[in-house]
T-cell receptor, first 117, second 114 residues
């Protein structure tokens, strides 16, 4: 079974600082990759996704992520964070094969981001 | 579209009680999912369904049951509630046909078992 590791449990940044959140997965085959964000008290929303093609994907609110297959990584980046980016960020993976279970997502444990004004 | 809706938003149960968490989606999605979210643990899949009448276990199914009689609804049943089931429960749905698709999440149900 695949697993997802997020390296940082809690990241604290000042506004305008750059952000990089790490995500590594354990499956060796073809995967689909997602970053979700959960603002305080809200449900999960999709930030960005990678299925195939250009490994650098851009999402909403200025976020981007780079898929590096050789490193089994899908790190999330933002050049300049804002106070409103304070949230919990989840990396998720599913294995790209046909079959009833192929759309299950495996989530990392999440990284809390606190942005200080 | 309302998307994925869940009721109730909050609930307190006593040990041994039962309840049903409701989930409805209006996007005509084939796939529906139930997750639980515990602090510092991410989301864990309880059950999922690939269509009406078809359900399967996820990673943590013990103590739960599901049914899927319609495309829109996917209720989660807790029998004999235990303190270990204190969690936030999220329902999600995805189109699921012709390739991978993102999952859309409901607002969650916060359940406390005391």
């Amino acid at each position: 079974a695949q697993s997802v590791s997020q390296h940082n449990h809690h990241v604290i940044l000042s506004e305008a600082a750059s952000l990089e959140l790490g995500c590594n997965y354990s499956y060796g085959g073809t995967v689909n990759l997602f970053w979700y964000v959960q603002y305080p008290g809200q449900h999960l929303q999709l930030l960005l996704k990678y299925f195939s093609g250009d490994p650098l994907v851009k999402g909403i609110k200025g976020f981007e992520a780079e898929f590096i297959k050789s490193k089994f990584s899908f790190n999330l980046r933002k050049p300049s964070v804002q106070w409103s980016d304070t949230a919990e960020y989840f990396c998720a993976v599913n294995v790209a094969y046909s079959g009833a279970g192929s759309y299950q997502l495996t989530f990392g444990k999440g990284t809390k981001l606190s942005v200080i004004p | 579209n309302a998307g994925v809706t869940q009721t109730p938003k909050f609930r307190i149960l006593k040990i041994g009680q039962s309840m049903t968490l409701q989930c409805t989606q209006d996007m005509n999605h084939n796939y529906m999912y139930w997750y639980r979210q515990d602090p510092g643990m991410g989301l864990k899949l309880i059950y999922y369904s690939v269509g009406a009448g078809i359900t399967d276990k996820g990673e943590v199914p013990n103590g739960y049951n599901v049914s899927r009689s319609t495309t829109e609804d996917f209720p989660l049943r807790l029998e004999l509630a235990a303190p270990s089931q204190t969690s936030v429960y999220f329902c999600a749905s995805s189109y699921g046909a012709g390739g991978p698709n993102e999952q859309y999440f409901g607002p969650g149900t916060r359940l406390t078992v005391t």
